[in-house]
T-cell receptor, first 110, second 116 residues
Framework: GQSLEQPSEVTAVEGAIVQINCTYQ??????LSWYQQHDGGAPTFLSY????GLEETGRFSSFLSRSDSYGYLLLQELQMKDSASYFC???????????FGPGTRLSVLP | DADVTQTPRNRITKTGKRIMLECSQT?????MYWYRQDPGLGLRLIYY???????NKGEISDGYSVSRQAQAKFSLSLESAIPNQTALYFC???????????????FGPGTRLTVL
């Protein structure tokens, strides 16, 4: 089976940089995805890493190290609107369905 | 218009009642999913369907059933609702992996279900 671990909460101030880590265990690996979910809203896709290295999309970047079974989401120039929960996800052992981590709640303070 | 829609958005019902949650999508995806989310927890897969004739149980299918009426429609039923099925329910769609896509799931807005 698969399991993912993330910190439950992270707090940072506006304008700062924050890193949200994700470690995973899965026998078959097909990439690591990140989703953002605001309170009461639906999860929305942020980024995907299929290979090692850094993927950058505006203020958000995501990193993957397959040898370490580890990835992170980096949020720069934090804004109040970034306050949300962030989930990492991998595909299951058969490469079909997604398995989500428990989520990290980010609070951005003024 | 939203690509993935869910009805109803909110529902309060009583123990023992039958409930149906509906999901429609205009993304043209073959793959559809139903998830449950409990406070402070991640998303858990209830059922998934990779095409109209292919329906599979997920991690927590007990107490639930589904119907894939068409490529665009996937409904979730609670035959006899119980209080611990109170949760936020999401429908999602995705493309087939490995076809040049970014392995994205597209979620509906969610249905908040309360079972008294």
């Amino acid at each position: 089976g698969q399991s993912l671990e993330q910190p439950s909460e992270v707090t940072a101030v506006e304008g700062a940089i924050v890193q949200i880590n994700c470690t995973y265990q899965t026998s078959g690996f097909y990439g690591l995805s990140w989703y953002q979910q605001h309170d009461g809203g639906a999860p929305t896709f942020l980024s995907y890493n299929g290979l090692d290295g850094l993927e950058e999309t505006g203020r958000f970047s995501s990193f993957l190290s397959r040898s370490d079974s580890y990835g992170y989401l980096l949020l720069q120039e934090l804004q109040m609107k970034d306050s949300a929960s962030y989930f990492c996800a991998v595909r299951d052992d058969y490469g079909q369905n997604f398995v989500f981590g428990p989520g990290t709640r980010l609070s951005v303070l003024p | 218009d939203a690509d993935v829609t869910q009805t109803p958005r909110n529902r309060i019902t009583k123990t023992g009642k039958r409930i149906m949650l509906e999901c429609s999508q205009t993304k043209g995806h073959d793959r559809m999913y139903w998830y449950r989310q409990d406070p402070g927890l991640g998303l858990r897969l209830i059922y998934y369907s990779f095409d109209v004739k292919d329906i599979n149980k997920g991690e927590i299918s007990d107490g639930y059933s589904v119907s894939r009426q068409a490529q665009a429609k996937f409904s979730l039923s609670l035959e006899s609702a119980i209080p611990n099925q109170t949760a936020l329910y999401f429908c999602a769609t995705s493309d087939v992996p490995g076809q040049g896509n970014t392995d994205t799931q597209y979620f509906g807005p969610g249905t908040r279900l309360t079972v008294l």
